[in-house]
């Protein structure tokens, strides 16, 4: 039992996880509106700094479908 149980805790959690898409991320926000994008990523952008080095990789793909969104809406600025 005791055995099973360390196994069990030694597999990584993270791994199980399903880790988002920047596909998934323009699903996510592509009712936003362009004020809404540049909200959202100066958002992202400000806690970009002291983020850990997962989180960083998760924001970087979140920034990259906001620019999407905000080429696909003609958004200026």
Same mark, same amino acid.
């Given at each position: 039992m005791r055995f099973l149980l360390m196994i069990a805790l030694l597999i990584p959690f993270e791994s199980? +996880? *399903?880790? !988002?898409? /920047? @596909? @998934? %991320? /323009?699903?996510? %926000? !592509? %009712?936003?509106?362009?004020?809404g994008i540049e909200s959202r990523r100066a958002d992202i952008e400000r *806690? %970009?700094?002291? +983020?850990s080095k997962p989180k960083k !990789?998760?924001? !970087?793909?979140?920034i990259t479908a906001l620019n999407r969104l905000k080429k696909a809406s003609n958004c200026k600025k």
């Open positions: 199980f +996880a *399903k880790k !988002k898409s /920047v @596909d @998934d %991320y /323009v699903e996510q %926000y !592509k %009712y936003l509106s362009c004020s *806690k %970009y700094i002291m +983020a !990789k998760q924001m !970087k793909r979140q």
